[in-house]
């Protein structure tokens, strides 16, 4: 992963059928091939083949929203790292709160998920992290982050393939986000603790902050220091929101025609 920034990926999750998604790809690609900072988008699997066609050369990344830990076998209805490769995914989003929460996903999985990733080749591991809002009125926050990157992250992860996204719980799809003060201070703690998981190595992984990200807060919240970047839901299935977004953070689309 290139570590420059700003690192703006949308999750579009359950939403949408194949027209939709090629639409919404094709209004990005409108926008030009991304000059400063990485886009990228993890429609549902069942659109990974016909957006990464799409997008193929646009210079915007395409990865999955999940994959299996295990490489194949008797998993009814589960998509291994090795097929959303296949369909053309380079990236994978892991550990998201609606996959830890609302489908019991633990650490131990998430991590054996990276590990899955890592074999089949895809070059961008999303490990999704973030607090509940009990944790965060528990003023446990940290604590909670330490465990999530602990029992996550491999701790031989080659870091060049690794993004981490912050995200609290109760700021996913509520319209409620910390305090700049507050992320600022996470993304702090967040540095460290990276930087002490991964054998010093942890000083470039990019760390994106999600949560109700939209146009209007982007710019304060991506100027915020280890802030690299944001994990967009519902801004990113507005094409012109997510464009947004990302030129906040300093991103920047080359001149049409270069
Ligand atoms: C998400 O689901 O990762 C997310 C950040 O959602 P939203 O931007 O809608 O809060």
């Given amino acids: 992963m290139p570590a420059r920034r700003p690192f703006v990926f949308g999750n579009w999750k359950m939403n949408g059928l194949g027209s939709d998604a090629l639409a919404l790809a094709a209004a990005l690609k409108a926008e030009g091939r991304p000059a400063e900072g990485t886009l990228a988008v993890f429609p549902p699997f069942t659109q990974i083949a016909v957006v990464a066609q799409h997008l193929e050369g646009s210079g915007i990344l395409v990865g999955a929203q999940d994959c299996h830990e295990a490489a194949k076998g008797a998993y009814t209805g589960s998509i291994s790292a090795g097929m ?3 369909a053309g995914a380079t990236a994978v989003l892991l550990g998201h709160s609606e996959r830890r929460h609302g489908l019991g996903e633990t650490d131990s999985q998430v991590r054996a998920k990276a590990e899955a990733a890592l074999a089949a080749g895809l070059d961008t591991l999303v490990i999704c992290i973030g607090e509940t809002e009990a944790e965060y009125l528990d003023k446990a926050t940290l604590q909670v982050l330490d465990r999530q990157i602990e029992g996550s992250i ?3 992860i080659d870091v060049e393939r690794l993004v981490v996204a912050y995200e609290p719980v109760w700021a996913i799809g509520t319209g409620r986000t910390p305090t700049i003060e507050e992320i600022g201070q996470v993304h702090a703690h967040l540095r460290q603790k990276l930087v002490a ?5 942890g000083s470039t992984v990019p760390i994106q902050y999600g949560g109700s990200v ?3 807060n982007a710019g304060s919240i991506l ?3 280890d802030v690299d970047g944001a994990l967009v839901g519902g801004a990113s299935l507005d094409p012109a ?3 947004k977004i990302f030129t906040a953070g300093g991103g920047r689309f080359a001149a049409s025609g270069s």
């Fill in 84 to 86: 959303v490769a296949d």
């Fill in 154 to 156: 491999p701790a031989g």
């Fill in 197 to 201: 998981h991964l054998d010093g190595d």
């Fill in 214 to 216: 939209k146009g209007s």
């Fill in 223 to 225: 100027a915020v220091p």
């Fill in 241 to 243: 929101e997510f464009t």
